[in-house]
């Protein structure tokens, strides 16, 4: 340091030092930023090109002869006819001729056949350029190609999930992480027989008989929240709009953003038909009942059960009241309809969320 000082002093001294510094001339400049400039729009992500009023290629970069599936030494020298088809050299040789004439630089998106056959969009610029030897054409583009087919892959999924949550008739609930209703499809709306504008807002410990606390649901819930979990599935008993209760399937998957959870998305399946007031059935009662769906005489679910046959008795009456049946198969019928017992296993089984009552 103390010897660039030392020089540069020296320099001061002896009255060279603007000498030194001073501005290179005009043309070594422009040759030089020239250079600069080639050695980076050679491997520049945007397509850029060079033609002669002739149509023929005078300069490409690395990404526009990728376009092609081609080195650049490959393109340059050759014709647009050469190299794209009829129909696209005749639409390239139209847009430059309007650049050369009008002097001004034009901002479009063009759509060409790649030679493997696919179709490919990019967006840019095309512009004259006279250095003194004469007009050319430039030109530097954006390839769209890839965003436009991610952009019509998102469109058709969308218009899937639409078509699945209002035209399939399928309960769709989209969930705040905090438990609130987002969105309610056509199809939930109904099985809870309210109106979106009812639902939408409202918090989901609202519909539950008993709140998030029914069964496994809190702590399923907290892990979807948490991250620790990706899905459950579980049965809730849920209130309708008009004061009666009903045995529904939830199936709650995790949406994330950036990794993180975002929302909750519920798809749910009634497992009952509406009813007032919840069959008050002891887990007696309710093992009495699934051997008798499962075609267990009463003399095998005594034995099974450890009862008498006089508290046998008294079980299957209550079951009567209870279920408003006469006999044994009006009452399993009826404990499906209200969704008492799982109607998509075998051997039967009570439903978990009133096996936990």
């Not at 030089?32 to 290629?57: K, L, N, S």
């Not at 390239?92 to 009008?102: M, N, T, Y």
């Not at 952009?151 to 639409?162: F, I, P, Q, R």
């Not at 095998?300 to 008498?308: C, D, K, P, R, T």
Request: net charge neutral.
């Amino acid at each position: 340091m103390y010897a660039e000082a030392d020089d540069a002093r020296g320099l001061w001294q002896q009255g060279s030092w603007e000498e030194s510094n001073r501005t290179p001339p005009v043309d070594q400049d422009r040759s030089e930023f020239a250079r600069w400039f080639e050695a980076i729009a050679v491997f520049a992500p945007a397509p850029a090109f060079i033609r002669d009023g002739q149509g023929r290629y005078l300069w490409v970069n690395a990404a526009y002869a990728h376009l092609y599936c081609m080195e650049p030494d490959a393109v340059v020298g050759r014709t647009v006819e050469e190299i794209d088809t009829p129909a696209d050299a005749a639409m390239f040789r139209a847009l430059d001729r309007e650049v050369l004439l009008s002097g001004r630089p034009v901002r479009h998106t063009l759509s060409f056949r790649h030679p493997d056959g696919l179709s490919r969009q990019v967006t840019g610029h095309r512009f004259v350029l006279d250095v003194g030897c004469g007009p050319r054409v430039g030109g530097i583009y954006v390839d769209l190609t890839d965003h436009t087919r991610v952009l019509e892959d998102k469109t058709v999924a969308d218009e899937e999930l639409h078509a699945l949550r209002e035209r399939s008739g399928l309960a769709v609930v989209t969930l705040e992480l905090s438990g609130r209703v987002q969105r309610v499809s056509g199809g939930a709306a109904e099985l809870l027989g309210s109106g979106r504008s009812a639902l939408e807002g409202s918090w989901a410990a609202e519909h539950l008989d008993g709140g998030l606390d029914v069964g496994t649901v809190r702590g399923a819930w907290e892990d979807l929240v948490a991250g620790r979990a990706s899905r459950y599935s579980g049965s809730v008993v849920c209130r309708t709009a008009s004061g009666g209760n009903r045995v529904l399937r939830t199936d709650l998957a995790v949406v994330r953003r950036r990794g993180a959870p975002d929302h909750i998305s519920a798809v749910l399946t009634a497992l009952s038909a509406e009813f007032h007031g919840r069959p008050g059935l002891s887990p007696v009662q309710l093992r009495v009942l699934t051997l008798m769906a499962g075609g267990s005489p009463n003399t095998v679910i005594a034995s099974h059960l450890g009862l008498s046959r006089q508290a046998l008795d008294y079980h299957l009456r209550r079951l009567r009241g209870v279920l408003d049946a006469a006999s044994r198969p009006a009452m399993v019928a009826r404990a499906y309809a209200l969704g008492i017992l799982d109607a998509t296993t075998w051997p039967p089984r009570a439903v978990d969320a009133l096996s936990q009552h």
